[in-house]
């Protein structure tokens, strides 16, 4: 159900132009229908009539997340590597650590936050869920996960579980 | 003129930051590091462009009311979701693929991949 609204949604934002016609929201409906009954089989979606992406509470957590701690942590990670670049003061490594997550979808959305925030780059995740980090500036050879990503490990379980 | 202003100053931060992400390239030792600087830093520079953008169509829409300022607002929007999205599987990505063709980081104070890869007999699927 997850892919279906997004695809009709987004196929409606994208050709929308001041106006919508009968036409346009049945080629959407139908395209949408197509995509979601294709990718329903695929491992993990849990099928057409799953509605555990659609939960109202996830999507306001995700936001939530996204525009607090997230858009904080990606500020001042930025700079604190700007000014990285122009000195030239790096200590890298890479590390593990094992953030929990049982769910593909939280061990995505963590390894993408972990990349997206300047000096820290996820470079391989086993089946464990066992995270493999590269970091620009270490502090110490096995830091926790605090050290790594902050808070985005708590919120990736809170969120995705 | 105060709409000129704003967006100039967003898209200053954004070049700022994407000349940035060019300068690590030549500042860095090795392609991990330099991967720090080349993805993340343009992606923060370019989110600047989308603002940029954002606010520019916002300010036009709320002004003139053309329909056009609102559609240009919600491609902006979706070019900058997908960015967010892209743009760290795409670096994830490549780091796994630089590390698998054994590319080793150096220098590193400490490689955990490293051991991993002596105990299993292989890099971690």
Same mark, same amino acid.
């Given at each position: ?52 992406g ?58 993408n ?49 | 003129?105060f ?31 330099r991967?720090h ?49 892209? $743009? ?17 980081p ?8 490293? $051991? ?10």
């Amino acid at each position: 159900m997850f892919v279906f609204v997004v695809s009709f949604v987004m196929y409606l934002l994208l050709s929308w132009s001041g106006s919508m016609s009968i036409q346009e929201v049945t080629i959407a409906f139908v395209l949408a229908v197509v995509i979601s009954l294709v990718s329903s089989n695929s491992p993990g979606s849990g099928g057409f009539w799953n509605t555990k992406g659609l939960s109202l509470r996830r999507w306001w957590d995700f936001l939530r997340y996204l525009f607090g701690p997230f858009a904080v942590g990606l500020a001042q990670a930025n700079w604190d590597v700007a000014k990285r670049v122009i000195t030239g003061d790096i200590n890298p490594g890479i590390v593990k650590f094992d953030p929990r997550l049982k769910t593909k979808h939280g061990r995505m959305m963590l390894a993408n936050s972990i990349t997206l925030t300047p000096g820290t780059l996820t470079v391989d995740v086993d089946d464990d869920g066992v995270f493999y980090v590269h970091a620009l500036t270490l502090t110490s050879l096995t830091p926790k996960e605090e050290d790594i990503c902050g808070v985005f490990g708590q919120w990736a379980r809170r969120i995705m579980g | 003129m105060f709409l000129g202003i704003f967006v100039g100053l967003f898209l200053l931060v954004s070049l700022f930051f994407n000349t940035l992400g060019i300068v690590s390239l030549y500042r860095f030792p090795d392609v991990y590091t330099r991967m720090h600087g080349a993805t993340k830093c343009s992606t923060f520079g370019t989110l600047f462009t989308v603002f940029a953008l954002l606010f520019y169509s916002f300010v036009r829409f709320m002004m003139e009311g053309e329909s056009r300022f609102l559609v240009l607002m919600i491609h902006v929007f979706i070019g900058g979701v997908v960015l967010l999205i892209s $743009n760290p599987t795409g670096a994830h990505a490549l780091a796994r693929a630089a590390y698998r063709s054994g590319t080793v980081p150096e220098p590193a104070v400490v490689d955990a991949l490293e $051991n991993t890869k002596k105990s299993k007999g292989g890099v971690a699927a």
